[in-house]
């Protein structure tokens, strides 16, 4: 059987190319195998295994200009205008290292290929390969690093797996993400770990003080922490030294560091390594201190395999699937140098446990990932997959595949599940888990390697409240004493006393058994970090808090509620405790901790803290808090009305139209008479695709604080919209103008913005929402304003040229120059930018002063029945200007982004926002003159806001 790996730079130094040779060379033994590298990048392969194995390159850049490596009659001028040209075939945002010559090439060497199995190693190589290798050839990808987290560069994945014969990860975790991901268009989905390189290793004696680490000097790598910890603990332990072998570009800003802490002569930067195995012989300990990207990281494996314990920060994948915490090494929680440094310390004080731990991460890592085990089960799937490769339905197969793919969502959308950032569960409680799962009689599924409740009616508050309605009811039941802390947090946090952190676990641990119900151990002593379920914590052993939750997912599987509505459980210390306690002190009878001598001590948050500050005088409950129908137990402090709060009512108003309207449609027709259709008169000023019903399931979810929506329409209202629904108010035109005569039917935003103040019962407050407008993360009524009422503004990097209005304008920009020249008349002040398109924060007392300063402006615009140059925008630009000018506005921030409909590019920013819900605010609009098909369109926006947004508002009929 002959295999081709495909390598982008098979020359280069990096866990993929090392992982690939690894695996080559186990393989050439008994097959044909080559190595097929896009780039020679070096005169000599950076690693020896690429030595011994024949390496085929198509660019060679260690020439000016590249240049092809095969006979070619292209001169210099040619290959240099090629290298230029952004690549056709790999999107830049997969991979920004390509061109259009080596796309020639490629093409020209994946076409004439032959193999019987090609096998990728990066998806934007994998798109390649399913574009251009003969149909005969079996395609295999090799997921190295955690699909989940790969952002734009693993958009190749979700678009062109399809196209595979079978995709392989290194964790189970990633396969369960791209299998719900996928859905039906996933090829074959297998599980293959990394195996430990061939090759003698020598083996380190256990009693090196030397802590030797391997990686890119980069920040995804986070070596700062690895040489800050180890800062916090060099003076307690002399003798230690800390080697770090790797090159990058951050090479010279930790060399500063070291020398800022100074350690310049115990922590040494070595550069790259070509013998790691000596250098992993001569350390004691080993670091892992990567950020979200690691995927079954082959360092672990070599420095377990000379038999070096590790500490590793516990990221998505990888760590916990080697580590075996407290067996060879140590798991901290990701990015907590305080963790990673006593965990450090606590090895290098202990050379009996270090020793106990070498022993193990030897002698298991060979018997775990052992060369000969994992190149058997790529044997039997590479020459399963070439047996059934004549087989006529197999492209059948995959043609069905791709067609599921781009019926989900389009050509350039594909739908993605969320995904769990903390460690899987080890065996033994994966075992239970089924069991659990088995009892449910269909009640639980399992998402994202978790048991979860599947439903499809439960908001992000409901889940919340009802984690927090779990956890206090579980401590009640056991008379564990709690009080409930704000915390300007969306999720809740309840205080308990240490000295009731026993009792507290077990009440958690009797009122959870038997349920699909988790606990995120925080700061644990003798536990891995990450979640457990909450019937363990009986015997889960010292944690500074635990984060209870019931995870929820619905049945599109593109939501799950999880540990972010989870209730928290703080474990509160008294400060200076152990004097303290030797003093005798004890609670008073006003609650408060005090000494033998009657002095206050204070309780301590262990993490995170409240809007009181991280120091409480007491936690005897002496008020309550009222919480979905239910008191629960609080300080005095958190029951007043503190500076900050944002107590005042806010209100949301949308405005609507339906264009599909026959009546509407006639109406706009005949006040627009003939003439070509323009940006600010045509379809695509009006067309609706259902956004506010999901703009409306955004709020429900994100901002549940909202006390009433008020929707403005042209007496139109959707079919699926509640109307009896108390909170809401539907507000006709002809109810809304003041002259409605003059005014009405207006097709013109800016004319119906005027008048919004105007709408009877609307609160002084409120939130302005287009219908194209979405909330993408939880937000609080200080989002948008502060306690003393001024609103905030969120100005945009797009910028209002310094030009006239011009008819050629957009009305939203013709509008935003017009509002500079009252500014500029009124004030001495020249507007330069505009604001994001996300809700405007607003006050009716300002609207109705400015409509009356204003009054000929925008009455003017008020009578204007299609957007016009002469207009002004009132509640998105000018209000927003005019406050902050007169003191009564604010700058703001929220992290935002603007996705367009009409380009294809657009559709892969909705997969991208999709998988990382980052965006606290989001606007999905579409450019003039798109030369995609409003199917296409349709299709990619319905399919993501369903994704996006799958439970139903209280505002939709039943």
Not at 121 to 131: K, Q, Y
Not at 329 to 337: A, E, H, I, S
Not at 686 to 698: A, G, Q, T, V
């Amino acid at each position: 059987m002959k295999i081709t790996y495909l390598l982008g730079w098979g020359d280069e130094m990096g866990g993929t190319e090392l992982a690939t040779y690894t695996q080559a060379e186990h393989l050439a033994e008994r097959h044909d195998v080559e190595i097929l590298s896009v780039f020679r990048t070096r005169d000599e392969p950076f690693f020896r295994e690429a030595r011994a194995l024949p390496v085929r390159y198509l660019i060679d850049r260690t020439v000016t200009p590249e240049r092809p490596v095969r006979d070619s009659l292209l001169d210099g001028t040619a290959c240099r205008t090629l290298a230029a040209l952004p690549s056709e075939l790999i999107a830049p945002a997969w991979e920004d290292a390509f061109d259009r010559l080596s796309d020639i090439e490629m093409a020209t060497a994946l076409a004439a290929l032959d193999t019987d199995v090609l096998v990728t190693t990066t998806p934007a190589l994998m798109a390649a390969a399913v574009t251009h290798a003969p149909a005969r050839v079996v395609t295999v990808h090799q997921e190295h690093r955690p699909s989940q987290r790969r952002g734009a560069s693993g958009e190749p994945l979700l678009l062109h797996a399809p196209r595979l014969d079978a995709l392989v990860t290194l964790t189970d975790r990633t396969r369960v993400w791209l299998a719900e991901s996928l859905g039906a268009s996933a090829p074959e989905l297998a599980v293959i770990p990394n195996a430990v390189p061939a090759g003698f290793r020598p083996s380190a004696d256990a009693e090196s003080r030397t802590i030797v680490m391997a990686a890119r000097l980069t920040g995804e790598k986070r070596v700062d922490h690895a040489i800050r910890a180890f800062g916090k603990i060099a003076d307690a332990h002399p003798g230690w030294s800390l080697r770090v072998f790797g090159s990058g570009r951050m090479e010279q800003e930790l060399r500063r560091l070291v020398d800022g802490l100074g350690l310049h002569d115990r922590v040494e930067l070595l550069g790259p390594c070509q013998d790691m195995a000596a250098e992993w012989a001569k350390g004691g300990l080993s670091l892992l201190t990567s950020g979200h990207n690691e995927a079954f990281p082959l360092v672990l494996l070599e420095a377990m395999a000379a038999g070096v314990p590790v500490v590793a920060y516990d990221v998505l994948t990888g760590p916990a699937e080697i580590v075996r915490h407290k067996v060879d090494g140590l798991l901290v929680p990701p990015g907590d140098t305080d963790a990673l440094a006593a965990a450090m310390s606590s090895l290098m004080g202990d050379p009996e446990t270090r020793r106990s731990y070498a022993k193990a991460a030897r002698s298991g890592v060979y018997e775990r990932f052992s060369s000969a085990e994992v190149t058997a089960k790529w044997e039997e799937l590479y020459e399963r997959l070439v047996a059934r490769r004549d087989r006529p339905e197999r492209l059948g197969e995959r043609a069905d595949r791709v067609a599921a793919g781009i019926g989900s969502g389009g050509a350039a959308f594909r739908t993605t599940a969320p995904y769990l950032i903390s460690a899987a569960p080890g065996a033994g409680e994966r075992a239970r888990e089924d069991e659990i799962l088995a009892a449910s009689g269909g009640r639980l599924v399992r998402s994202v390697g978790r048991l979860a409740e599947q439903r499809d009616d439960l908001t992000a508050p409901q889940v919340i409240d009802a984690n927090l309605e779990l956890t206090a009811s579980a401590l009640q039941a056991q008379d564990v004493p709690y009080a409930l802390v704000r915390t300007g947090a969306t999720a809740h946090t309840l205080a308990v006393a240490a000295e009731y952190r026993d009792r507290a676990l077990k009440a958690l641990a009797e009122a959870c058994r038997d349920r699909a119900v988790y606990a995120e151990l925080v700061k644990p002593r003798d536990a891995a970090p990450g979640p457990v379920l909450a019937e363990r914590l009986d015997s889960i052993g010292e944690v500074a808090g635990v984060k209870v939750f019931t995870p929820v997912t619905t049945s599109t599987l593109s939501l799950r509620y999880g540990a972010a509505q989870a209730c928290t459980v703080a474990f509160w210390e008294r400060q200076d405790a152990a004097a303290a306690w030797q003093d005798g002190s004890w609670l008073g009878a006003d609650g408060t901790a005090r000494t033998a001598d009657g002095e206050p001590v204070a309780w301590r948050a262990p993490f995170g803290g409240t809007l009181a500050g991280r120091e409480l005088p007491s936690l005897r409950p002496t008020a309550t808090l009222r919480v979905r129908g239910r008191d629960y137990p609080t300080l005095d402090v958190f029951a007043r009305r503190l500076v900050k709060d944002v107590d005042f009512p806010v209100d949301a108003v949308y405005t609507w139209v339906d264009d599909a309207d026959p009546q509407w449609r006639a109406r706009r027709d005949e006040v627009r008479g003939g003439g070509a259709e323009s940006a600010d008169t045509g379809a695509v000023r009006f067309r609706n695709r259902d956004e506010l019903r999901f703009s409306l399931r955004s709020l429900a979810q994100y901002a549940p604080w909202i006390r009433r929506v008020h929707l403005v329409t042209a007496g139109q209202t959707p079919a699926w919209l509640d109307t009896d629904h108390p909170d809401l108010t539907v507000v006709d035109h002809r109810e809304l103008f003041a002259d409605p005569g003059a005014a009405l039917p207006t097709f013109n935003s800016h004319a119906i913005e005027t008048q919004l103040h105007r709408i009877e019962g609307l609160s002084e407050h409120f939130l302005y929402f287009n219908d194209d407008m979405f909330l993408g993360r939880p937000t609080t009524p200080d989002t948008f304003f502060l306690g003393s009422g001024l609103p905030r503004v969120f100005w945009a990097g797009a910028s209002v040229p310094p030009l006239p209005p011009s008819e050629r304008d957009e009305g939203y920009l013709a509008a935003a120059k017009n509002n500079r020249a009252l500014l500029e008349r009124d004030f001495g002040r020249t507007l330069t930018h505009g604001f994001v398109h996300a809700p405007y924060a607003l006050r009716r007392s300002l609207l109705e002063e400015l409509t009356e300063r204003y009054a000929d402006e925008l009455t003017a615009t008020s009578r204007s029945r299609f957007r016009s140059h002469r207009d002004h925008s009132l509640v998105s630009s000018l209000f927003q200007h005019y406050a902050f000018v007169t003191g009564r506005a604010v700058p703001g921030g929220i992290s935002y982004e603007y996705v367009d409909i009409g380009s294809r590019s657009g559709h892969a920013r909705l997969g991208q926002l999709l998988q990382s819900r980052g965006r606290m605010a989001f606007c999905i609009g579409e450019a003039p003159h798109s030369t995609l098909s409003d199917q296409e369109m349709a299709l990619a926006m319905r399919s993501f806001l369903t994704a996006y947004f799958p439970v139903r508002s209280p505002y939709e009929r039943a």
